[in-house]
């Protein structure tokens, strides 16, 4: 897939409330720029992930407050709610998603399905400040890790590299694969391939009995915003999915799934 470095610009965790004044936005843009963004805790803007109702009787799962699976909980959500592709064309079949992410995917067929996953990891990791963690292998073995004291626009450079040259497949290797029965926030369904395609666990509830439930985001190609998938198959419950520890497959709207593709990150 090829990939520029330049659809990292707007991290999702920099937004503020949108009766601010123009210059104040301005000033954010620039405080992103410089890398100097803000801690995933102090996020407050809504809509986003964690304002998704929850069906009935269920809650949200409890998490780590510095988790991955905290942080996807928040990433924001567009008010307009189509998904449109990188050359700004709405995609076909919008009956297939929820919600839209607020990322900014840029004007070049770049952000496409593993890439969005590994753009959430990435952005995870670098506003945690760890970037010593951030490190994505290709096809052939190569590691590609991110300098702990790379810039901002630095991080968009090592980014354009990962871009290039990693993929679905590539990810799949690097991944450990986890029982579907152990799945939580942060874990992918990924079937590595020539192409392949992946999508990302952004959050999950629970009821009394135990049951889980969880949401799915993907991005695809062409490159198209990241969007929150519904669920076709049981849609007294879309957009959330059934964990069914007995299942075999996963249906989405557009791809089926083994539930023994399911990969966390280290």
């Known amino acids: 897939m090829r990939k520029l ?3 990292l610009l707007a991290a999702p965790m920099l937004w503020y409330a949108c009766t601010q004044a123009n210059a104040e936005h301005q000033q954010e843009q620039v405080l992103h720029a410089s890398g ?3 801690g ?57 998603h929820h ?20 753009y959430c990891r990435a952005a995870y990791l670098y506003n945690s400040k760890s970037k010593q963690r951030i490190s994505f292998t290709d096809n052939k073995g190569k590691v590609y890790s991110c300098p702990t004291t790379a810039t901002q626009q630095q991080f968009q450079q090592f980014l354009r590299k990962v871009y ?9 290797r690097q991944m450990k694969p986890v029982k579907y029965a152990q799945l939580q926030p942060g874990d992918v369904l990924l079937r590595g391939g020539f192409p ?6 952004v959050d999950m509830c629970q009821n009394a009995r135990g049951e889980k ?10 490159a198209q915003d990241i969007h929150v998938l519904k669920n076709l198959e049981d849609k007294t419950i879309s957009p959330w999915y059934r964990l069914d520890t007995t299942a ?19």
Request: proline share 8%.
């Open 196 to 201: 392949g395609h992946g999508v990302l666990i």
């Open 99 to 118: 919600a839209v992410l607020d990322i900014p995917i840029g004007k070049e067929d770049l952000l496409q399905c593993a890439d969005a996953i590994m």
């Open 248 to 266: 075999s497959t996963i249906q989405t709207p557009q791809y089926l799934f083994y539930s023994t593709e399911v990969y966390r990150f280290y």
């Open 36 to 38: 100097k963004m803000p």
């Open 40 to 96: 995933t805790i102090a996020i407050k803007q809504t809509p986003n992930i964690s304002t998704i109702h929850t069906p009935k009787g269920f809650q949200r799962t409890p998490l780590v407050g510095h988790s991955f699976g905290s942080w996807l909980r928040q990433l924001p959500l567009r008010s307009n709610n189509t998904v449109y592709l990188f050359n700004g064309k709405p995609k076909p079949y919008q009956w297939l």
């Open 164 to 172: 290039s040259y990693c993929n679905s497949a590539s990810l799949a």
């Open 213 to 222: 439930l969880y949401l799915l985001a993907q991005g695809f190609m062409p």
């Open 5 to 7: 470095w330049w659809l």
